[in-house]
């Protein structure tokens, strides 16, 4: 029988500024199982780092404000809980791999510390047994137990990302939220961080929610994907769904901006324009302005979810026209 980590239904998330309302996350709904991963995938500006951060309820507010929705991890309604209840759960319950390693650590304090630092605020340990402890997770992500008592800066990039997700796991949280975790490595260490994220989510027996737009990362790792473009969700499915039965033609044109190794004579296929302002997002579905296959009709409403089959579900009104297909299926 499967068991809910995660549930996010109908969240609205925006950033109040002067210049505007930016609306960053519109309606979003989705769930995760136990020791399953999800890839939330999409561009720059699509709502996805928001997204975990509103779930964390981490957004700097003001300017942001989670406008109305409910989130609940471990059947806890996320949305309702006080702050001492919010420190409680983050680190224990659910823990965040922020995007750049560089700027997450303290550079005046030593590895070993800033791991401690997890076990005395959680576990309410003293500091000795805590750097002991430290020195155990630091060997668990392939780092000596010695360089506890080293500095960020004695560090390259890869080994500070395993020393962040040695802090994030330190408690063994049920509930991971990786984001981009990869950006600023270099494609062997890329590989290297995704394989021990890969192995550690078995060993622990985890969930993780994964936000990248990187396709091949979404490939190696994840269980699920949900694509998302101008803080909607508009296809989402089994990893297998997504890559070999894409339905939404921003999916479509992801894919096809990649690279063919198969067809390497083969143009790349950009997307045309831009993402939308979140401040003026146009009417109707959000991509239409972009999408080969717009018709009128698109603008005139947002499109709801459609089950295409078995847990693939689309938002795409051009499957109202009977018999339509995206031009790469087969």
């Known amino acids: 029988m499967s068991e809910t980590v995660l549930e996010v239904k109908d969240l609205i998330v925006h950033y109040e500024t002067d210049d505007g309302c930016v609306e960053a996350v519109n309606g979003l709904s989705f769930s995760l199982e136990k020791k399953q991963t999800l890839g939330l995938v999409g561009e720059t500006g699509a709502g996805k780092t928001t997204t975990a951060l509103s779930i964390l309820r981490l957004i700097p507010s003001p300017p942001g404000k989670i406008v109305s929705g409910s989130v609940s991890i471990n059947g806890k309604d996320v ?8 420190e409680k ?76 997700i040695a802090i994030a796991l330190a408690c063994n949280p049920q509930l991971l939220f990786a984001d981009e975790p990869t950006t600023a490595l270099d494609v062997t260490i890329q590989a290297q961080v995704l394989e021990l994220i890969r192995d550690l989510i078995r060993k622990l027996g985890m969930s993780m929610v994964l936000i990248t737009h990187d396709l091949g990362v979404v490939a190696e790792i994840c269980d699920n994907v949900a694509v998302m473009y101008a803080g909607r969700i508009v296809e989402t499915g089994s990893a297998w769904e997504i890559f070999n039965e ?19 004579g083969e143009e790349l296929v950009p997307i045309k324009g831009m993402m939308p302002d979140p401040t003026n997002l146009p009417a109707g579905c959000a991509f239409s302005p972009r999408c080969p296959y717009a018709t009128a009709s698109c603008s005139a409403a947002v499109p709801g979810m459609r089950c295409i089959h078995g847990t693939h579900y689309v938002a795409c009104t051009a499957y109202d026209r009977a018999g339509f297909k995206l031009r790469g299926t087969k």
């Not at 949305?79 to 919010?86: G, H, R």
Request: net charge neutral.
């Open 79 to 86: 949305l309702a809980m006080k702050q001492e209840e919010l």
């Open 246 to 264: 894409t339905a939404h033609p921003y999916t479509e044109g992801l894919f096809d901006s990649l690279p063919n190794l198969k067809q390497r």
């Open 89 to 164: 759960m983050r680190g224990t319950d659910v823990a965040m791999i922020f995007q750049d390693p560089m700027t997450a650590l303290n550079p005046v304090m030593t590895v070993g510390e800033q791991i401690a630092q997890v076990y005395m605020l959680h576990e309410k340990i003293n500091k000795k047994t805590a750097f002991e402890k430290a020195k155990e997770m630091l060997k668990l992500v392939g780092i000596a137990e010695s360089r506890a008592y080293d500095y960020p800066h004695q560090f390259s990039g890869g080994m500070k990302q395993r020393v962040i």
